[in-house]
Nanobody, 123 residues
Framework: QVQLVESGGGWVQPGGSLRLSCAAS????????MGWYRQAPGKQRELVAT???????NSADSVKGRFTISRDGVKNEVYLQMNQLELEDTAVYYC?????????????????WGQGTQVTVSS
């Protein structure tokens, strides 16, 4: 089993910054990607940003230029630097770890999720 522990959420005024961290621990795994997703009240969970084992990144258009994802491969940690926060960024942010699993049918992926951390942007 793998555990994900998130930290760094909180309250911030519009235009402010927050940095989220997520640490993966437990069983050994083959990393495919790590990332952040968020879910606002009454909305579906959506992708914020991901970073692959190759360090290739992907992010939602709504956060491009404001949020930066990075990772520490040695510590198995992923970070989300959020700048110029907007009211619409208010949500619960979930850390995601996607690992490779090798079975009889070939490789597949499996997702682990953190417990979520609240980010509130308001004046």
């Amino acid at each position: 089993q793998v555990q994900l522990v998130e930290s760094g959420g909180g309250w911030v005024q519009p235009g402010g910054s927050l940095r989220l961290s997520c640490a993966a621990s437990g069983s050994r795994f083959t990393l495919y990607a790590m990332g952040w997703y968020r879910q606002a009240p009454g909305k579906q969970r959506e992708l914020v940003a991901t970073i692959a084992n190759s360090n290739r990144t992907n992010s939602a258009d709504s956060v491009k230029g404001r949020f930066t994802i990075s990772r520490d491969g040695v510590k198995n940690e992923v970070y989300l630097q959020m700048n110029q926060l907007e009211l619409e960024d208010t949500a619960v942010y979930y850390c995601n770890l996607r690992i490779l699993v090798y079975g009889l049918g070939g490789p597949s992926t499996y997702d682990y999720w953190g417990q979520g951390t609240q980010v509130t942007v308001s004046s």
